[in-house]
């Protein structure tokens, strides 16, 4: 994300959104009531004489601003759109009071005014730009003759996958399937290669695979040998996906790992909460009454709740009172885990009594 135009007077900021990621962080900038601008392609019939039934306008592109009443993200299509009421453009080309789709698409400058940005909004933004400069990562899970592999969002993990080998069983002829091995390795690779700016990779898995598409890798494909570490997991597929990513490895590598913090942080809420600990609460109104006696040492927050006023009292409270807020993407298995407990919970100092 870059910001390209900020006027603290106005409530206005102008941005450009340059991965999947910033649209995500767009879809939580902007809300219902905001006034938002970006440039859109229309189609314009010609209505000054008599219109052929085959004539279907002329597209046309200019700005276009809209006081929001929806916003939505796609993640798996990467569009975010945004309806509402038309409130800016040119009045001979668009009918002002008329509802409209405005599609933002990366590399296209989005322009947002607030009547009000909250210290989230600017904390989100501030993120957002420091996080494009932090190099991507994947997890590839290998058990047999199946790899799953998973890439590290701010979101979430993006899953592809599963890619089959077809190694079959000890009759095989050892020509033959050493040709099926080299041939399931190399998918394995160039799935990888396919990937840009990825600086970390974990290769991992409950068996011997893992280290025997290593030390393959190592021979064909020393680039991604480089930036590979190994790691055993119990299980493989997705679930080997996640519990690399509770292990807290992305973080040492120094690669987005953000999705692994968040999702450790709910596994450690889950784990005291499996232990009838008094050192954790969740739920609105419990998270409240210990943040409000500065009990609360970390602050997990599911980003749907970000907007609702009380949420945000909380959250200052939190922080205020010396206490750290992390706000949970609910994009992935962690964050569902955290919706099911109110979409709120924290760790505490010292246990409040009954």
């Not at 962080?25 to 009531?33: D, K, N, R, T, Y």
């Not at 009045?91 to 509802?99: A, K, T």
């Amino acid at each position: 994300m870059r910001i390209v135009h900020q006027d603290n007077k106005k409530g206005i900021v102008e941005l450009l959104p340059e991965t999947l990621d910033d649209l995500w962080h767009l879809s939580h900038l902007i809300e219902p009531g905001d006034l938002l601008s970006a440039r859109t392609t229309r189609r314009i019939q010609d209505t000054t004489g008599e219109r052929l039934r085959s004539d279907r306008g002329i597209k046309k592109t200019f700005f276009m601003g809209i006081r929001v009443e929806n916003i939505k993200f796609h993640k798996y299509t990467g569009k975010l759109r945004a309806t509402g009421v038309i409130e800016k453009g040119p009045e001979d080309l668009v009918p002002l009071g008329s509802h409209h789709t405005l599609d933002l698409k990366l590399k296209n400058p989005v322009k947002i005014q607030k009547e009000k940005w909250s210290r989230w909004h600017r904390k989100r933004i501030k993120y957002s730009v420091k996080a494009s400069k932090i190099p991507r990562a994947l997890v590839v899970v290998i058990e047999d003759d199946m790899a799953d592999i998973g890439i590290l969002r701010q979101y979430g993990v993006e899953y592809y996958g599963p890619i089959i080998g077809g190694i079959s069983g000890k009759r095989m002829i050892q020509k033959n399937r050493d040709q099926i091995i080299k041939k399931f390795y190399d998918d394995i690779a160039r799935t990888i290669t396919n990937f840009e700016e990825i600086e970390g990779i974990v290769i991992a898995g409950p068996g011997f695979g893992k280290n025997d598409f290593y030390q393959y890798m190592e021979q064909k494909y020393p680039e991604i040998s480089k930036i590979s570490i190994l790691e055993s997991t119990g299980a493989g597929g997705r679930a080997g996906i996640h519990e690399v990513l509770q292990k807290g490895i992305m973080e040492d590598m120094a690669t987005e790992g953000r999705i692994a913090q968040e999702m450790k942080a709910v596994a450690d809420i889950l784990q005291e909460i499996g232990k009838s600990s008094n050192l954790v609460t969740y739920g609105k109104r419990e998270v409240e009454t210990a943040a409000q006696a500065g009990a609360v040492k970390l602050l997990l927050v599911i980003d749907k709740l970000v907007r609702e006023e009380d949420v945000e009292k909380i959250m200052n409270t939190t922080e205020n009172l010396g206490g750290k807020v992390m706000v949970i993407s609910s994009e992935h298995d962690g964050g569902k885990q955290l919706s099911a407990l109110g979409g709120m919970a924290g760790l505490l100092r010292y246990g409040l009594g009954k």
